[in-house]
């Protein structure tokens, strides 16, 4: 079953993801997991949960380690396309082996244009298994139609503040 977690920026569904993984922990999956300097964010990370493994993921553009790759950018995020690529093939991995719960943070404007975790979302979920999708708020309807979902349920965390 499809269950599509919804807010708006800030919301907490990455935390609403997480707290629903620490009572499910047969699941598995990658959280977007917000990165802080001095209290300021920075970007996000890629938290690949059975692995429990932080990768570098998004940085803004006024926040980039000397290290990290300025060739993709989003916004005021340039990101890191290998990693992208890492959670395109680890997410396919979890799928292909039926993990259930699968937890997927986030589809958005990247993934509308091909890239991001677009080759997940075009892989498909297995019906049977339950999958947690995090799309903020303003981009369900188009992800629901861009990629012909069918949600069981849609959490809008926004209803219950989960920061």
């Given at each position: 079953?499809?269950?599509?977690v919804?807010?708006?920026?800030?919301?907490?569904?990455?935390?609403?993801?997480?707290e629903h993984?620490?009572?499910?922990p047969?699941?598995?999956?990658?959280?977007?997991?917000?990165?802080?300097?001095?209290?300021?964010?920075?970007?996000?990370?890629?938290?690949?949960?059975?692995?429990?493994?932080?990768?570098?993921?998004?940085?803004?553009?006024?926040?980039?380690?000397?290290?990290?790759?300025?060739?993709?950018?989003?916004?005021?995020?340039?990101?890191?396309?290998?990693?992208?690529?890492?959670?395109?093939?680890?997410?396919?991995?979890?799928?292909?082996?039926?993990?259930?719960?699968?937890?997927?943070?986030?589809?958005?404007?990247?993934?509308?244009?091909?890239?991001?975790?677009?080759?997940?979302m075009?892989?498909?979920?297995?019906?049977?298994?339950?999958?947690?999708?995090?799309?903020?708020?303003?981009?369900?309807?188009?992800?629901?139609s861009h990629?012909?979902?069918?949600?069981?349920?849609?959490?809008?965390?926004?209803?219950?503040?989960?920061?």
């Amino acid at each position: 079953m499809l269950h599509i977690v919804t807010g708006d920026r800030d919301s907490g569904k990455s935390r609403f993801l997480m707290e629903h993984h620490e009572s499910h922990p047969q699941g598995d999956g990658i959280i977007a997991l917000k990165v802080f300097v001095e209290e300021k964010i920075v970007g996000y990370d890629a938290y690949f949960i059975g692995q429990n493994k932080r990768v570098p993921l998004m940085r803004y553009h006024d926040a980039l380690p000397d290290d990290f790759p300025r060739g993709e950018k989003i916004g005021s995020f340039y990101y890191d396309a290998k990693t992208f690529m890492m959670m395109n093939a680890y997410l396919i991995n979890l799928i292909q082996k039926k993990t259930s719960p699968l937890y997927v943070d986030e589809i958005g404007r990247l993934e509308f244009k091909g890239h991001g975790l677009d080759r997940v979302m075009k892989y498909g979920f297995h019906p049977d298994e339950d999958v947690y999708l995090v799309i903020r708020d303003e981009f369900v309807r188009e992800a629901i139609s861009h990629y012909r979902l069918r949600p069981e349920e849609i959490i809008d965390v926004g209803a219950k503040r989960y920061v």
